[in-house]
């Protein structure tokens, strides 16, 4: 069981200084036997904006590193395993959980956190405690993921 | 000289060679005498580039290094200062006086307790001479850079590690090692374990830094080494340092010795 605090953003949200959605982040979240069951948001995840999520440059694109089913993207990557199919093989808390803290299940693993702010060494200014992901996004892209069903 | 030709028509001109049987021009004498660009594992960045952009290196006359080689070329005999001293006049011919500088460097100066690279000497030449510094990454440091560099090429990186040296070669290291950055990445979880992997569009060298300073493809210009490392931190998401900063000196020492026996290249040319 790990638990992860995320107490510095939520201090500079309460104190108003940080304003945009990456800084609304729980307070703590839970891996329980490799999943973070509940979902993050309310909203239900939209695969369709997922799909445009994990596309999104600005974002720490899943395609530096993967191949996905997404024929009009040049330049796929293959550091990590392509991930077709993945919906068939993961649940959505599994699924949830590498992303929120891929370091949860290797901690020599080279994919990146995407929810997560505490223990990063000099973080760039402008992503300072900030996470890669809004929850928002996080329950669109396991929404996308989770459509990815094996043939 | 014409400008760098854009990537199309440099592929143009090479199919075209290759269907009527011209071969480029003739290897450089240096190239001939130069240490192999592979050396008991290590890789020059050389051996990771497309048959095309190797024959655009190896060819003087296309390489688009060669601008800042010759703008180097005329700095170096141009004087300056109010003594109207030129780098010449004290050195007399850079082919013979500047020859295998470039391979030891950086070295332990004792004046100054610290590092010290290529761009820093230039300066501490330039202050001699009582002539305005060059800033980090201007044009005529860069130029003056490679044509200083040029001067060592193909020998191989020599640099002393032991004495003074030592403690900044062991920072250079724990940086090289150290995860940083949102992504949490050290510079060997990509330049060790995945070189020859796919990064999106790049494939992963062993980040050496024998080529440099290098023409950029993507960046349009000669490229310091200090520039390269500012890039990989920022593409972490991670804080750079200066250019010119004692991490970056140290971080340099190190990547020197990492790639010791790799043959100096420039001008040379990275994606």
Known sequence: MIWRAVIGSCLLMAAGFVSSPQAQTPATYRIENGEVPAPLTAEPGNPARGRQTVRDMTHVTCLICHALPIPEEPDHGEIGPPLAGIGSRYSAGALRARLMDPKAFNPESIMPAYFRTDGLNRVGAEFRGRTIYTPQQIEDVVAYLLSLKEP | ?271
């Open chain 2, 1 to 271: 000289m014409a400008a760098p030709l854009p990537r199309w028509k440099l592929a143009s001109a090479l199919i075209v060679c290759g269907l009527t049987g011209y071969s480029a021009a003739p290897p450089r004498a240096a190239d001939s005498t130069s240490v192999p660009y592979e050396t008991e594992g290590r890789k020059s960045g050389y051996l990771f580039l497309t048959p095309a952009t190797r024959t655009l290196q190896d060819d003087e006359f296309q390489n688009p290094g060669a601008f800042a080689l010759e703008r180097g070329r005329d700095l170096w005999d141009a004087p300056d200062g109010p003594d109207r001293k030129s780098c010449a006049s004290c050195h007399g011919d850079a082919a013979t006086a500047m020859v295998g500088v470039a391979a030891r460097y950086p070295v332990f100066d004792a004046a100054r307790n610290g590092l010290v690279n290529i761009e820093m000497r230039i300066n501490a030449e330039r202050e001699r001479m009582k002539a305005a510094p060059y800033a980090y990454e201007s044009d005529d440091m860069l130029a003056l850079t490679t044509f200083l560099t040029a001067q060592s090429r193909g020998m191989p990186m020599t640099p002393d590690i032991d004495g003074p040296a030592r403690p900044l070669f062991e920072q250079g290291r724990a940086f090289y090692e150290a995860r940083r950055g949102q992504l949490d990445l050290s510079c060997g979880q990509c330049h060790d374990d995945r070189t020859g992997l796919r990064l999106r569009g790049d494939v992963i060298s062993q980040g050496q830094v024998n080529g440099f300073p290098v023409y950029r493809v993507s960046w349009r210009g000669q490229a310091s080494r200090h520039r390269i490392f500012a890039w990989c931190n920022t593409s972490v998401r991670a804080e750079p340092y200066a250019a010119g900063s004692p991490e970056y000196l140290a971080l340099e020492l190190f990547m020197a010795w990492r790639g010791r026996g790799l043959p100096i290249e420039a001008p040379s040319i990275r994606r």
